[in-house]
């Protein structure tokens, strides 16, 4: 036992080696952290602050300028003089009236169903046309249905359900629209997963632009009943009547910089998240806990000094939930200064809780790192349980960096079922937020981005080729087309 130590406390020196410059300090920087996380973190303080003065932050509003400025003031008074506002204007959408009737053909027994508005359906609408249920909303459902599907309105989960598609990949809800447009679907209304009366908003535009037809969101409850209605019925028409709004807005991504004088300044780590959310609650979840969590990074980098080979960039970004739009705007910045070379690794949190390891996002060089970071981490602190995996994703703010070629890593954990329950949904408060696990973010990413801020050598850029094939052996081509995103 005490040789098979000696062996482990050897290796343990190797890979500290291999990812700072300072010899043994790696550990006691982690130390370091843990103690100042537990002692003095603002995670869970600041964002039940935020909740409380600001609310929701959504894109373009009073809100969202709001809870920019609450961010930018905040990272300055950690000490970041060099905070900024990286300004961009998109047409942002918000929502207006929306009522929806279900009424058998021909009859004057209706009932009006509680419903929500998904972005980014027309600026109105009135759509009557009988209902089409399409299953799950995957490619199969759609083609089983083709030939009754044009002029009607298709109807389909959020989730996948049925038994005959348990195991095949789930579609976003945005592509699920994308498909029924295709077959020419005149409206759509998903069906909640979530069991109850619990709706369910977000983009149903793989664009960020308007779609041609409304897109509404159920709840489960009314989902299972129009679907016996359906049976029982054969004939059961919609009657969707819409206003929204879709108007230029000004927004803005909050940036600062830690060493930016670093040794290897033309790498810098970006770590993101974005900051805005949508309007039916206080977006405590998605994506107070990533943009909070960050938040709180830049307060142990800042206190503790900490030394890096390269720059990091805490990035806060607006108008994700509309379309990526200032993880967009950020990185067409880049290329457009040339600027996009000098970022070394994008570092994504989404709704992350209680990190307990981290995504490659298929950079088998990147997973390497990461585990050998991670075992050192979990040896010193048990709780940490260095799950890490290596496959990529669309759909949150690395996506744009992703394209262009940057290596990305995206940190997990763990959300309980009545957190995910509230996701994009009216129950998405600060009331769901644990401040252990929270404050394990804070933790947990500040040690793996430290020893990666350090590292010898970050994973090299891809090439247009190279991406290409990587996102097609990432299975991400057939998304990124409905997505209008793929550029071979």
């Known amino acids: 036992m005490t040789k098979f130590l000696s062996i482990f406390g050897f290796l343990s020196l190797i890979l500290l080696s291999s990812f700072q410059n300072f010899g043994g300090k790696t550990e006691s920087t982690f130390k370091a952290i843990n103690k100042n996380v537990d002692r003095k973190s603002n995670a869970f303080e600041n ?10 932050r959504l894109t373009g509003s009073e809100n969202g300028k709001k809870a920019e400025d609450f961010i930018a003031n905040t990272l300055k008074s950690y000490g970041y003089s060099n905070t900024d506002f990286q300004p961009f204007e998109v047409n942002s959408w918000s929502r207006g009236k929306l009522d929806l009737v279900i009424v058998p053909d021909n009859s004057d027994n209706f009932r009006e169903v509680d419903a929500v508005s998904l972005g980014h359906s027309p600026k109105a609408a009135h759509v009557r046309a009988k209902i089409v249920d399409c299953g799950d909303g995957l490619y199969e459902d759609f083609e089983k249905v083709a030939v009754d599907l044009n002029g009607k309105v298709a109807m389909f989960n959020v989730d996948v359900r049925s038994s005959k598609n348990q195991g095949k990949k789930n579609l976003h809800r945005s592509e699920k629209t994308a498909l029924a447009i295709k077959h020419g679907a005149v409206a759509v209304i998903l069906i ?73 300044a033309s790498e810098k780590i970006v770590i993101g998240a974005h900051l805005d959310s949508w309007d039916l609650a206080q977006g405590a979840v998605d994506n107070g806990l990533g ?30 939930e509309q ?15 040339k600027e996009l070379q000098n970022i070394g690794l994008m570092i994504n949190l989404d709704m992350l809780n209680n990190c307990s390891g981290f995504n490659a996002f298929g ?25 890490n995996s290596n496959h990529a994703g669309l759909h949150s703010d690395h996506e744009y960096f992703m394209l262009a070629g940057v290596p990305v890593c995206v940190p997990s954990g763990k959300l309980t079922e009545d957190v995910l329950n509230c996701y994009h949904a009216d129950c998405d408060s600060f009331d769901l937020i ?47 087309i409905l997505g209008k995103k793929w550029r071979w």
């Open 363 to 387: 950079n088998d060089e990147l997973k390497t790192m990461i585990d050998e970071t991670g075992d050192i981490i979990s040896e010193m602190f048990g709780e940490y349980g260095n799950n």
């Open 192 to 264: 909640n997963k979530v069991k109850g009366d619990v709706l369910l908003t977000g983009t149903a535009s793989v664009t960020g632009e308007l779609i041609d037809i409304p897109a509404i969101c159920i709840s489960y409850d009314s989902g299972r009943n129009i679907r016996h209605w359906i049976y029982d019925e054969k004939n059961i028409t919609a009657d969707i009547d819409m206003l929204n709004f879709f108007r230029p807005v000004k927004a803005r991504n909050v940036r600062a910089i830690h060493n930016d004088k670093a040794k290897n």
């Open 323 to 337: 379309g990526l739009l200032g993880s967009k705007a950020y990185v067409n910045h880049a290329i457009e200064h």
């Open 291 to 320: 943009a909070f969590s960050i938040l709180d990074i830049a307060r142990v980098f800042s206190e503790l000094k900490l030394k890096t080979k390269r720059p990091i960039e805490f990035a806060f970004f607006m108008g994700e």
């Open 434 to 480: 644990n401040k252990s696990e929270i404050e394990n973010n804070v933790k947990y990413v500040s040690m793996m981005l430290y020893a990666l801020a350090n590292a010898k050598s970050l994973p090299k850029h891809k090439n247009a080729e190279e991406t290409r094939d990587y996102l097609i052996a990432q299975n991400l081509k057939e998304e990124l």
């Open 47 to 56: 964002l039940k602050l935020a909740t409380q003065q600001i609310g929701h």
